[in-house]
């Protein structure tokens, strides 16, 4: 029993001995003169101090962002205010719109809405749709007529006063795609043809 209380008041010295000692290794012991005094400081105080001496007041981002109130007044004080003219025309556009915004442009859905019988019934509203697809069909057939004369003039205008080839053969590209998808269009939807021609001649 008397071993096993000596083992355990070992270990618990040997325990303080090693928290103790890497502290005091680091701080140093002082020297004490014969009137007890410290005699001479050790290194690691002397770096302590020295250390302690050489850094700068630190002020904290509030503090230096912070203004007085009365500064504050003062800038706001300072600040230009906006004219009433410019306050009054403000308050007008947001009650009833800039006189200067440019009208909208008219809506260019021209799709007819499917009638009653047409919804209620599947097949119907199936002819609806081939309807109306053979309708976009037919106005991008017309567009195409109408426009590629209109590239021709102006490649044959570009050609006259001598524009690069480049920009020749990028126009010449550009006319000969949308001839390219005319032809595929009509030659895919005969019908096309037709409902372009009607649509001409109304």
Do not use: C
């Not at 012991?29 to 020295?50: C, D, I, R």
């Not at 009509?186 to 109304?202: G, H, K, L, T, W």
Request: aromatic share 2%.
């Amino acid at each position: 029993m008397k071993a096993l209380l000596a083992a355990l008041l070992l270990t618990a010295m040997v325990l303080v001995m090693v928290r103790w000692l890497p502290t005091a290794a680091q701080t140093g012991v002082p020297v004490l003169a014969e009137n007890n005094e410290v005699a001479a400081k050790t290194p690691a105080l002397k770096q302590q101090k020295q250390a302690a001496a050489t850094l700068p007041m630190i002020d904290t981002v509030a503090q230096r962002e912070r203004q007085p109130v009365d500064s504050r007044l003062h800038d706001s004080a300072s600040s230009p205010a906006p004219s009433p003219q410019a306050v009054a025309a403000l308050r007008e556009s947001m009650r009833h719109g800039d006189a200067r915004t440019p009208p909208l442009a008219p809506g260019t859905d021209l799709r007819e809405p499917p009638g009653d019988a047409e919804l209620a019934d599947p097949a119907l509203y199936q002819q609806y749709e081939q309807r109306q697809q053979q309708q976009v069909y037919a106005s991008f057939a017309q567009a195409a007529d109408q426009r590629i004369p209109e590239l021709e003039a102006l490649i044959a205008k570009g050609r006259a006063e001598g524009i690069s080839e480049a920009q020749l053969a990028e126009g010449e590209a550009k006319l000969a795609k949308l001839r390219e998808q005319r032809d595929q269009l009509a030659a895919q939807q005969p019908s096309v043809d037709e409902a372009s021609a009607e649509e001409e001649q109304d």
